[in-house]
């Protein structure tokens, strides 16, 4: 929904807060699953250079499998079933391990993909609205939802720093490699030393850089106060107002809905408010919500 389509960039920001609501309220796999699906939708038609794109997928993913596993292993709540189990009897493994021994959980895994999917549908959906909104119009943005101008310009900025960041990484790695570094023939010790080793011309940089955009803006004699008239932006067609229009108030009507069935799921587990033509209300929360 908020890929490149000509929607308001308020409309975005909006839809962007309402990913981050339904991601804190939904608790079931298959329904974060979904909202996730269509964030990473919403990512790939945004507009973004493919490698971008792509690796913010390849990103998004390898931290749901990091979630799942981490979970899988170390899940402690009750009740648990061992997908695989190994528990030795004696020996240094069982001085280290304990007697739970190493063992995956289904329950463990099944948990960490949910604040997986969860991560995803909050990120994927802030990369999309990054990717496919132009600075000036997400500071209009920002600015109609009366966040202070110096935090919009702040945060705008950081936007658009974040790719130089990724060149200085790459340039400084670039610059290791060809010294004769290699990670595929060093201890992850040494790997992690030279990582840490090309922090400080990273930052050295992006400090310089930083110090060069406060100066220009200095110079142009910028002033929060005085911003307002610098913020006009070409109006949206027809069709596009009415298209963000409609998309913000479905989006709205849904969430409504959503959290109309779950107060009154927590009002009937909590024993504040129970009716019986509302159980499948209450059964429809249990099984997607």
């Known amino acids: 929904m908020m890929a490149n389509s000509g929607l308001d960039p308020r409309a975005k920001l909006l839809l962007l807060g309402?990913?981050?609501?339904?991601?804190?309220?939904?608790?079931?796999?298959?329904?974060?699953?979904?909202?996730?699906?269509?964030?990473?939708?919403?990512?790939c038609l945004s507009g973004g250079k493919p490698k971008h794109i792509l690796g913010a997928v390849a990103g998004l993913a390898l931290a749901v499998w990091g979630f799942a596993l981490l979970q899988a292993v170390f899940y402690q709540q009750v009740p648990r079933t061992a997908w695989f189990a190994w528990r030795p009897e004696t020996g240094f493994w069982n001085r280290v391990l304990g007697a739970d021994g190493l063992a995956l959980y289904r329950e463990g895994f099944l948990y960490g993909v949910t604040q997986g999917l969860r991560l995803v549908l909050a990120i994927g959906s802030g990369l999309?609205?990054?990717?496919?909104?132009?600075?000036?119009?997400?500071?209009?943005?920002?600015?109609?939802?009366?966040?202070?101008?110096?935090?919009?310009?702040?945060?705008?900025t950081s936007l658009r720093f974040l790719p130089l960041l990724g060149r200085e990484v790459a340039t400084a790695w670039q610059a290791a490699r060809m010294r004769g570094f290699s990670p595929y023939r060093c201890a992850p010790w040494t790997t992690g030393a030279v990582a840490l080793s090309l922090l400080r011309p990273v930052l050295s940089s992006c400090v310089r850089r930083a110090s060069v955009i406060a100066a220009s803006v200095t110079s142009r004699g910028f002033t929060p106060e005085g911003a307002g008239s610098t913020l006009a932006g070409p109006e949206l067609r027809p069709a596009a107002r009415h298209l963000s229009r409609a998309v913000v108030t479905l989006a709205l009507l849904t969430t409504a809905l959503l959290l109309a069935a779950k107060l009154l799921h927590f009002a009937y587990l909590n024993e504040v408010y129970y009716h019986s033509d509302l159980r499948p209300v209450y059964e429809f929360v249990r099984k997607w919500l």
């Open 18 to 43: 309402l990913a981050g609501l339904w991601a804190v309220l939904l608790e079931q796999p298959g329904s974060l699953g979904i909202c996730a699906g269509f964030a990473l939708i919403a990512l």
């Open 128 to 156: 999309a609205v990054a990717f496919s909104t132009d600075a000036t119009a997400l500071l209009r943005g920002l600015r109609f939802y009366r966040v202070p101008y110096g935090v919009a310009f702040m945060a705008v």
